[in-house]
């Protein structure tokens, strides 16, 4: 089955830090962008980083610049989403997913791209609580 398996939530204390890890099976990413996105509870699902092909592009909603960074390892089939300065907020269900590098440079790492996305994982759970 070709999707991929986030790891690394878990529950933290506002202004914690998680680093959070989406590893793909069954296919290889190097060709793709990659998004991470999140559920809150009674909200849909959000976008809030992607990342090219080649890693040398990246992207982040507004409430997430200078607190969360995306990478990827390439050679291990995997992206990162670090996390810092956690916010109750950000409480959420974290999910990644695959988009071509034309998709992505077109616009899809938005709220109306969601579409554009693929391979999606079961997610892993965030919660920020004190």
């Known amino acids: 089955q070709l999707q991929f398996v986030e790891s690394g939530g878990g529950l933290v204390q506002p202004g914690g830090s998680l680093t959070l890890s989406c590893t793909a099976s069954?296919?290889?990413?190097?060709?793709?962008?990659i998004g991470w996105f999140r559920r809150a509870p009674g909200k849909g699902r959000e976008v809030v980083t992607c990342?090219?092909?080649?890693?040398?592009?990246?992207r982040y909603i507004d409430s997430v610049k200078d607190r969360f960074t995306i990478s990827r390892d390439n050679a291990k089939n995997t992206v990162f989403l670090q996390m810092n300065s956690l916010k109750p907020e950000d409480t959420a269900v974290y999910y990644c997913?695959?988009?071509?590098?034309?998709?992505?440079?077109?616009?899809?790492?938005?709220?109306?791209?969601?579409?554009?996305?693929?391979?999606w994982g079961q997610g892993t759970q965030v919660t920020v609580s004190s």
């Open positions: 069954g296919f290889t990413t190097d060709r793709y962008a």
């Open positions: 990342i090219s092909s080649s890693g040398m592009s990246t």
């Open positions: 997913a695959a988009t071509s590098e034309s998709a992505y440079y077109g616009g899809s790492c938005a709220p109306t791209g969601l579409g554009d996305f693929a391979y």
